[in-house]
């Protein structure tokens, strides 16, 4: 789950890193008055779940708060990467000396979280990475043992030769490690991390992700979760318990497990249709899964038929059988369903449907073959 | 034979009373896999199905039984415990089944496996099948023949499918394993491929990857050095949007590594025969074992 910078500089305040002043506003006025009461130079911000912000001039310097309320009538509303703007955060301008990177994410390849910190902040840091790796410090921590203060203390002297400064920075650190782990967090960021020229260091911008199988044990980062900025039916999706991604295609897909989906999407293709969506169902199943998750395909008008791909493994099929023919009773069908399903309990499921008047047939390519041939108006075969 | 797990495999059944367990563990006993004892804190001494010793720890379990391999299906948060706890007890093969375990967990989980020299399979995963032997796990046994294909997958359901199709062509398996999908996890494609190589049985392996992260790029690089068994490989998420989540943590395309496009570049740059449909696994190994 993606949060907000200024939710992430809350947290990351909480744990004592040093954080300009500011506040959030929905309005430019609000803008204006919160610029006023900090009484000296402002950044705006868009609050969006993407990067870039800058280059789409979502973040704007401001001398005034007259200025600020300008500037905030501009962001406001504005679309980056296809997400409206709805806030922005108003926060002190910081004086800028120099900009490094911080930067914490949990790694495949060495199983831990690892650091990432570089003196060459504020830019790419990905073209840092390829161009000039050696101005990056990679320090893995064993998180059995938390990161120890000799580790700290040598990416403090990585970015700076100041010992003040690199204590410092170490400090920080820490407290970036503690929000991590804190927070259940798959990623998390400070860039730029600015020293002042008064010699003051200053996290100007944050950025967390939250592993979302932390959620459950985490209800206070939950509640940081913000629905306006996601599509209507893939909150309507999680709510059901089902991963779902809306596509542009007019086959809607049906499946059970991530790999498969992935799988079937690309047979769908390769036949020459086009996927509506992934919608996975998931491991252990449910009746209801099934009704939720015909709810949501045929919500989309573009979706000219209905495909399921069922492998039954810890999911029963007729399980699954049991929800098409709950979910068809209550709302009948307007566009054309192909059903494929075989797996645990095939023969009871099998029985199910065409007691209820459907077919289904045990083939996936036979199956996708006849749903692309249907989405495009033709009759089955 | 196998590779893994087979029919010296004893195995004990963590979360053996909750719903998923208890279907699961029926289903395993029906294979003939050899369940010696369940564990469910505060059911010790009872039996489950009138047949099964449950414990109240796996190290009671162990001590009672001798159980030599885990298997979890615990609710995710208790997982790593549960894994933890089977190392502990003296399993030197644990599977775990659950899905949903946060990856911070599992950071503090894979170096206590790999220090007592353990095999984790999992988190996330199907499990895996040694046909006509054993299985441990999820995967439907009846899908299944003996034979001399390997199988390792990072999908559940997408494995089932491969497996399926190559039954349905006559090409049995020495084991099926799925690794699972999440980003850490304690069994990947090159312990799987490795252990397939070393398998006598084993004659060709047919490899199901996913977008996201580089583990099949580096499965590759395993295959074209250190392998002299045919490898076919198929990669899933070829028509995914960049970018995006699809369910899995470990499915995500970060930059320019992840991608279908050059996961299979890597796969020719092997020698590894490229399946495009499912369904192109069967001739592909049946060219390959000829």
Redesign the interface.
């Known amino acids: 789950m993606n949060i907000h910078e200024y939710q992430a500089k809350e947290i990351l305040r909480g744990f004592g890193v040093p954080i300009p002043n500011g506040k959030i506003a929905t309005t430019p006025a609000d803008a204006e008055a919160i610029a006023k009461e900090l009484g000296v130079a402002v950044m705006v911000k868009a609050q969006v779940h993407a990067g870039g912000r800058g280059k789409a001039g979502g973040v704007k310097f401001c001398k005034t708060p007259a200025d600020a309320k300008e500037k905030a009538t501009a962001i406001l509303g504005m679309q980056i990467k296809g997400l409206t703007v709805e806030k922005v955060l108003v926060t002190v301008a910081a004086d800028i000396g120099s900009e490094a990177y911080v930067g914490i994410i949990?790694d495949?390849?060495r199983?831990?979280?690892v650091f990432m910190v570089s003196a060459a902040g504020g830019i790419d840091i990905?073209q840092v990475a390829a161009q000039t790796p050696e101005k990056i410090l990679y320090l893995p921590v064993?998180?059995?043992y938390g990161l120890r203060s000799y580790e700290a203390m040598r990416m403090g002297f990585f970015l700076y030769d100041d010992v003040k400064r690199a204590r410092q920075a170490a400090k920080i650190m820490q407290q970036l490690y503690a929000a991590f782990?804190a927070s259940?967090c798959?990623l998390a960021e400070i860039n730029p991390l600015v020293a002042t020229p008064a010699g003051e260091l200053i996290a100007v911008d944050g950025k967390m992700v939250i592993?979302?199988?932390?959620l459950?044990?985490r209800p206070e980062i939950e509640a940081l979760r913000d629905v306006s900025s996601e599509a209507p039916s893939e909150v309507d999706a999680r709510n059901s318990n089902l991963?779902f991604?809306k596509?542009e295609g007019d086959v809607g897909c049906v499946?059970?497990?991530?790999?498969?989906?992935?799988?079937t999407?690309?047979?769908?293709?390769?036949y020459g249709g086009e996927?509506a969506n992934?919608l996975?169902i998931?491991?252990?199943s449910n009746p209801e899964k099934v009704v939720n998750a015909l709810r949501i395909i045929t919500a989309d008008a573009n979706v000219k038929c209905i495909l399921f791909n069922i492998?039954?493994?810890?999911?029963r099929t007729d399980d699954v059988a049991n929800g098409i023919v709950t979910a068809t009773k209550a709302n009948p069908l307007k566009v054309p369903i192909v059903i494929r399903l075989?797996?645990?309990n095939e023969e009871i499921a099998m029985k199910i449907l065409t007691d209820n008047g459907f077919t289904a047939s045990a083939d996936?390519?036979e199956a996708v073959i006849k749903a692309v041939k249907l989405a495009k108006g033709g009759q089955a075969a | 034979m196998s590779i893994f797990i087979n029919k010296d495999t004893t195995l004990v059944v963590q979360g053996i009373t909750g719903?998923?367990g208890s279907f699961?563990t029926k289903q395993m006993i029906e294979y003939g896999t050899n369940v010696v004892a369940g564990v469910t804190p505060g059911k010790g001494g009872q039996k489950f199905d009138d047949a099964v010793p449950i414990f109240n720890t796996v190290h009671d379990a162990v001590a009672a039984t001798g159980a030599n391999t885990s298997v979890i299906y615990v609710p995710?948060?208790f997982a790593a415990d549960a894994i933890m706890e089977a190392v502990d007890a003296g399993c030197a093969m644990v599977v775990c089944?659950t899905?949903?375990?946060?990856?911070?967990d599992?950071?503090?989980v894979?170096?206590?496996v790999k220090e007592r020299g353990a095999r984790l399979l999992g988190p996330n995963c199907?499990g895996l099948i040694s046909p006509g032997q054993a299985k441990v796990g999820?995967?439907?046994g009846r899908?299944c023949i003996p034979g001399n294909v390997g199988v390792v997958?990072?999908?559940?359901?997408?494995?089932?499918?491969v497996v399926?199709q190559l039954t349905r062509a006559g090409l049995g398996q020495t084991t099926c394993v799925g690794i699972g999908?999440d980003?850490?996890n304690g069994t990947n494609f090159i312990d799987c491929l490795d252990a397939f190589e070393k398998d006598p049985h084993t004659k060709a392996v047919a490899m199901?990857g996913?977008?996201g992260?580089?583990?099949e790029q580096e499965a590759a690089d395993f295959v074209k050095h250190h392998m002299t068994k045919p490898v076919v490989g198929?990669i899933?998420?070829?028509?995914?949007?960049p970018g995006?989540?699809?369910?899995?943590?470990?499915?995500i395309i970060s930059?320019s590594a992840g991608t279908a496009a050059e996961k299979i570049e890597a796969f020719k740059a092997a020698g590894i025969g490229v399946a495009?449909?499912?369904?192109d696994f069967v001739e592909l190994i049946k060219a390959k074992l000829h």
């Open positions: 949990v495949r390849q199983k831990k979280p990905e064993d998180t059995r782990m259940g798959s592993d979302d199988n932390e459950d044990r991963t991604i596509l499946v059970n497990g991530a790999g498969l989906a992935m799988a999407m690309d047979l769908v293709k390769y996927p992934f996975d998931g491991g252990s492998f039954g493994g810890i999911t075989t797996g645990t996936m390519d | 719903r998923d699961h995710p948060m089944i899905e949903g375990v946060p990856v911070l599992m950071t503090r894979y170096p206590f199907p999820i995967i439907p899908i997958s990072r999908s559940g359901t997408l494995t089932y499918e399926y999908g980003p850490i199901m996913e977008i992260g580089t583990d198929f899933a998420g070829q028509t995914a949007p995006r989540r699809m369910g899995h943590a470990g499915a930059g495009v449909r499912p369904m």
